[in-house]
């Protein structure tokens, strides 16, 4: 497969919490960075726990598009929280050799209002 397609079945795999499935596309020694909450996760095995046990409750994600070439590739997916609030999420992703996913870069960002002065500039939706 390539990063395209690992990222989908990571993705895929988290949404239907196939832990197995998502487990066998990480690499043992992966690393999962959260630059805006300075959060790092370093393991496979702590990876998995903080997947399976740091998101309680009925959530979801949805694919919206995913990019990329040769081992690396980008994801934007909207994620809706046990709560029905909806969060965008966009994921860096690179492959080792054996072609299985050895880091994760994520950022969460969070819905703002633009500035009053450049309102004449811009369509809402």
Do not use: K
């Not at 390539?2 to 895929?12: L, Q």
């Not at 909450?37 to 309680?56: I, M």
């Not at 598009?65 to 809706?80: H, K, L, M, N, Y």
């Not at 966009?90 to 994760?104: H, K, N, S, T, V």
């Amino acid at each position: 497969m390539d990063a395209v397609d690992v990222v989908r079945a990571y993705w895929e795999a988290a949404n239907e919490r196939r832990w197995d499935d998502f487990a066998a596309l990480l690499a043992e020694d992966v690393l999962y960075e959260v630059p805006q909450s300075r959060e790092r996760v370093r393991g496979r095995a702590a990876y998995l726990r903080f997947n399976q046990d740091g998101f309680p409750g009925l959530w979801r994600l949805e694919i919206v598009e995913v990019v990329g070439t040769g081992r690396r590739a980008a994801s934007w997916i909207d994620f809706t929280n046990a709560d029905g609030t909806n969060q965008p999420g966009l994921c860096f992703f690179e492959l080792d050799d054996a072609g299985r996913i050895a880091r994760i870069t994520d950022f969460w960002p969070d819905p703002y209002e633009p500035p009053s002065e450049r309102a004449h500039l811009v369509e809402r939706f």
